[in-house]
């Protein structure tokens, strides 16, 4: 939203604006529903961007060639020439293997990350010392730490690490798109439009950057993605199966409202607690959690959660009978569910429940509810569900907390990452609607 942020509107400029945010936020939802479907078919998203780009490259050989026969002078001629051909054969090539072409884009993309990390990283310790180095640093991290994932599983993933950046980017093309016309519908229900407004009104940029503080927030959320991760998988991991005084499906399921509880009162004051990507794309559907701030949420979760894989993997290495061919506690379907459910029973459950779970953290959270309950309803709320999906699929809701897990594991647990990503969002975004439009306080 860059480019409307820097643009103030007068009422007569705005006003053919504001009267199209329904097409605007119809945009939007086509731009996330096909970010979704991208998800969900992460091959076929990937190679069809792969033949978009082959013809792309194309199309601008042709360009490129016909402009060489324009220009008189022979010597750039030529240059324009050879230039349009090479494109155009490279178009041919990418068209004709697109699987070689997406290894080689991918490889590019996880060493751009990389570099841009270690730039970003170097720059932030050239700041002033006011300035907000920190955020700087922990974006530069975070951008190295994803660049070195994608270079350590090259040329394995390469279809499925750019069919998930094109699902991703999709939905948050989509995202920003329904939010600009929400805004603009909220700006035309509070000032009228045409002769309603005044002359010399203007309608408000949204605001370029992040509070003071919000470094906080990102940290605080890390810190309770990390608690979630570690308490919940590692009680599945180490104290689930353990002989005679194992705690299994119950405990685990307790172990992770506790997480969930716990984290709630000592880093929900701060960043609001949601630990959880489909948790906050749900508040921010419901109109409690800004749109501008949830990418960083995810990319703090995301590393969070990462980190405690990260620490359990190497807590169980300890382990003589430990191997990552038993699960890694990922989340799964069909032979890797752990009571043999297929992908639609997991699908359903899944959506299902993080809706049910978003209410609930809705509900609880509104004025009106009892203060001071409700990380105890939360808790309880997730204890609930694992107590349900353990069986079909390890119980997620949570995209982080199967990332996490699915990273480490590789193989079949990468290929049914897409099922936990889509169905979580898709219940976040459903439980946020229903709450907004159906049980919201009106004061």
């Known amino acids: 939203m860059t480019a409307f942020s820097s643009i103030n509107y007068t009422a007569a400029e705005a006003a053919p604006l504001r009267e199209k945010w329904g097409w605007m936020v119809a ?12 998800l969900g078919s992460v091959v076929t998203a990937t190679v069809a961007t792969v033949m978009v780009v082959g013809v792309a490259m194309i199309v601008s050989g042709v360009v490129e060639i016909v402009y060489a026969i324009v220009v008189r002078s022979w010597k750039k001629f030529f240059l324009w020439a050879l230039i349009g051909l090479l494109y155009f054969i490279g178009g041919i090539e990418v068209i004709n293997n697109p699987m070689l072409a997406a290894g080689f884009l991918t490889l590019l993309l996880g060493a751009g990350l990389v570099a841009s990390g270690l730039i970003r990283i170097f720059l932030a310790f050239q700041l002033p010392k006011d300035a907000p180095w920190g955020f700087v640093v922990f974006s530069g991290v975070v951008t190295l730490l994803l660049g070195g994932i994608i270079l350590a599983h090259w040329p394995v993933s390469s279809l499925w690490v ?5 699902g991703v980017d999709l939905i948050f093309a989509g995202s920003s798109w ?13 000032r009228g439009v045409g002769a309603l407004a005044s002359e010399s009104a203007v309608v408000d940029p949204p605001v370029e950057g992040f509070a003071r503080g919000f470094g906080r927030k990102l940290f605080a959320e890390f810190l ?5 991760v570690f308490g919940g998988v590692g009680s599945a991991l ?7 005084f194992g705690i299994g499906f119950t405990g685990v399921s307790l172990a992770f409202g506790l997480t969930v509880l716990t984290g709630a009162y000592a880093f929900g004051p701060i960043s609001g607690g949601h630990f959880n990507p489909a948790v906050s794309l749900g508040l921010a559907t419901a109109g409690r959690f800004s749109w501008k701030e ?3 949420y995810w990319i703090a979760q995301l590393v969070g959660a990462t980190v405690a894989a990260f620490v359990l993997l190497l807590i169980m290495k300890g382990n003589i009978d430990f191997s990552l061919a038993n699960g890694f506690a990922a989340n799964g379907y069909d032979e890797h569910s752990p009571a ?16 049910f779970f978003l209410l609930v953290i809705l509900g609880v959270t509104e004025g009106r509810a009892p203060v001071g309950f409700a990380p105890i309803s939360i808790g309880l709320a997730l204890t609930l569900i694992h107590l349900v999906d353990i069986p079909v699929t390890n119980a997620s809701v949570n995209p982080a907390r199967s990332t996490s897990q699915a990273l480490f594991v590789g193989g079949w647990a990468l290929e049914q990452l897409w099922l936990f990503w889509v169905a979580p969002l898709l219940g976040g975004v459903i439980g946020g609607l229903i709450h907004r439009f159906a049980l919201a306080d009106e004061t």
């Open 178 to 190: 329904m939010g600009l016309g929400l805004s603009l519908k909220r700006a035309n229900d509070s």
């Open 294 to 296: 949830l990418g960083p």
């Open 340 to 355: 043999g459910y297929t992908w639609q029973s997991g699908f359903l459950i899944e959506t299902v429940l993080t809706a």
């Open 224 to 228: 309770g993605t990390f608690w979630l």
């Open 27 to 38: 945009f939007g939802a086509l731009l996330a529903l096909a970010g979704f479907v991208a």
């Open 238 to 244: 180490i104290s689930a199966g353990f002989p005679q």
């Open 162 to 166: 750019l069919g998930t950046f094109l």
